[in-house]
């Protein structure tokens, strides 16, 4: 302030106006960057269109419609509970949008409409204004709204059908596999199958390949880290390597990976920034803690997955994460048990 009292003084008004512009006085850490929510969610969305392109290229336009009208159904939802709650209008940030792609690729094609767009308000209104907003919710919206409406409609949510036509299928890849040895080889589909998802399945679930490039992109775009996404894939590998068989070692880690919405929990919902840990070590835990809930739910419960209630149950234990992995600043208190 004294240099600027001394450039006033001597006339230099003009560099006394754009440092006063330009001079920001505020506690340390000193963080700068170009990054805003509408840019990240821009990304995410630009990372979602392959799996979103692939899910109507097996499945047809009801796919198009379900996405259409969950991404629909949370841009109403946002725009309305923010005039109620007379809050700022988050609908530009598109945080909502990425909601309803998220939703709508958790979903079968052949859900009801009605109920898809139920599940967009549920995910805006319930999960996410009700508890603040963006950045206030404690849980995934997309994977909430989901969960209920598993409980609600279990019948309607999990009624699957086969790429390129309307017959309902009998059932998808890990309930296949669930079945063990009353399934036939034959009746498995190959690895090739669930990597490029021509299975039955969610809509943007099945494709391993278009999850894997958008999950890349969000890497390279430094979006989201490394961290939980292998730890979390890692660790299903090993424990349905280990546990997932007649006997240990033996289990079919492949077809466990590949098949289901692993890909789609690991890079796009246990990664959320609102409802994942801050720190390194934290998100270690992140990944492991879903991985080792995703394998047991699917290897000892009647459940063929595993991903929405594990990656759930993690975004509860995630202030309990940050409390013993946020390091101590120098010179503070010690942490209080």
Known sequence: MEALKILK??????LDINLEKNLVVSPSPHITGTSS??????????????????????????AALVIAVTVAACILSEYISCKVLKKANTVSDLSAVV?????????????????????????????????GGIGQNFMNPALAARVIMIVSWPEAMTRWIDPGTDAVSAATPLAIIKKGAEI???????????FIGNIAGCIGETSVAALLAGGIYLLIRKVISYEIPLTYIGTVALMTWVLGGGTLFSGDFIYHILGGGLFIGAFFMATDYTTSPITYKGRLIMGVGCGLLTSLIRLYTGYPEGVSFSILIMNITVPLIDRYTIPVPFGGSKRSA
Do not use: C, H
């Open 9 to 14: 003084k001597a006339g230099n008004t003009d």
């Open 37 to 62: 929510t509408s840019k990240i969610m821009r990304d995410v969305i630009i990372a979602l269109s392959p799996a979103a392109a692939a899910g109507i290229y097996y499945f047809g336009y009801r």
């Open 99 to 131: 909601t309803g792609i998220l939703l709508a690729l958790n979903l079968t094609p052949s859900i009801p409409l009605w109920i898809a767009a139920v599940g967009g308000v549920v995910a805006i209104v319930i999960v996410k204004q009700v508890f």
């Open 184 to 194: 036939t080889e034959a009746a498995r589909p190959v690895y090739f199958d669930l």
